[in-house]
């Protein structure tokens, strides 16, 4: 189990680092520096100017996560009895991986249309935490089963809303910027100092906004509830760091409007996105196992 742990945690990381190399790539504009897939300008090592090297970068990335997710899966298979939650994070991790891979391949058939980086983002991060699931499962190292206290199932499905709401902002996020509509509205809270918004665009923008608004009151919730309510200190702690990066996340989006975009707070601003939601998703792990935990002790206890 200690060895699946590690694996998934190298993945994590890899993982997420492949994502924001990608991102990084997309708004320096070198997205399509290599117009075909998997080869580069139909050379494995192509030449590296005109910003080439940073999409090849990403490609060399994406490579290097394959053996470690084979190594994951392999990990999973081997102590899939012990521990009831790898068998269904096993499942995930292949699906989400293969699915990303074949969408890597469609972006770029594609020239990087809006929708496709949508399809491709949302696919990495729910493939990350698939992985971080697996990462945090592996230590859970018991099958009985029981039913976990009501309390303890309130707070997972609480912190798994504000997970999904994140997830959600963030794509939207991406549509918005890979379809150059970041400065669609210049003004806050209106759009081009109108409530009534008119182009596509500023519909993106405002509803991009819109739910970043909800992402906020429901992490607010999600707090509120976690320190009020019974729950164990690292999903107090979780929350915690998830709604203080949402804070952190509303600051660079006003900043990357004032500032008109630059490119270190696009990518800081995409990075922070990628952190809310996955603070979140492990937020909510943290409580699954607790509860997990709060049923297996409630079932062994004398009556």
């Not at 139909?42 to 940073?54: E, F, K, N, Q, R």
């Amino acid at each position: 189990m200690k060895t699946l742990r590690r694996l998934s945690a190298a993945s994590v990381i890899v993982a997420l680092g492949t994502v924001m190399l990608g991102s990084w790539t997309r708004i320096n504009g070198a997205g399509m520096t290599c117009p075909d897939w998997p080869l580069c300008h139909g050379m494995l090592v192509p030449s590296m100017a005109d910003g080439t090297i940073w999409e090849w970068t990403h490609r060399l990335f994406a490579f290097c996560v394959a053996p470690l997710v084979i190594a994951v899966m392999i990990a999973a298979w081997r102590v899939r009895d012990r521990a009831r939650f790898v068998t269904p994070a096993l499942g995930a991790v292949g699906a989400l991986f293969i699915i990303q891979c074949v969408l890597g391949a469609a972006t770029v058939r594609l020239s990087n249309s809006p929708m496709s980086v949508v399809l491709h983002w949302g696919t990495a991060m729910a493939f990350i935490a698939s992985l971080c699931a697996m990462m945090l499962f592996a230590g859970n190292d018991d099958t009985a089963q029981a039913r976990a206290p009501r309390t303890e199932i309130a707070l997972t499905g609480i912190l798994a809303g504000t997970a999904l709401v994140a997830f959600v902002t963030m794509c939207i996020g991406a549509y918005v910027s890979s379809s150059g509509d970041g400065l669609a509205c210049l003004s806050i809270p209106g759009c081009a100092g109108n409530v009534v918004v008119y182009t596509q665009g500023q519909y993106a923008q405002m509803l991009h906004r819109t739910i970043a608004a909800a992402t906020l009151l429901c992490a607010v919730f999600s707090f509120a509830f976690a320190w009020i309510r019974p729950a164990s200190l690292r999903v107090r702690l979780a929350v915690s760091a998830g709604l203080g990066l949402v804070f952190v996340q509303i600051v660079l989006g006003l900043l990357n409007v004032a500032l008109r975009l630059p490119m270190d707070l696009r990518e800081a601003h995409a990075f922070n996105a990628a952190l809310v939601f996955l603070v979140f998703v492990v937020a909510t792990l943290f409580a699954v196992l607790d509860a997990r935990g709060l049923a297996f002790e409630s079932s062994r206890t004398p009556t």
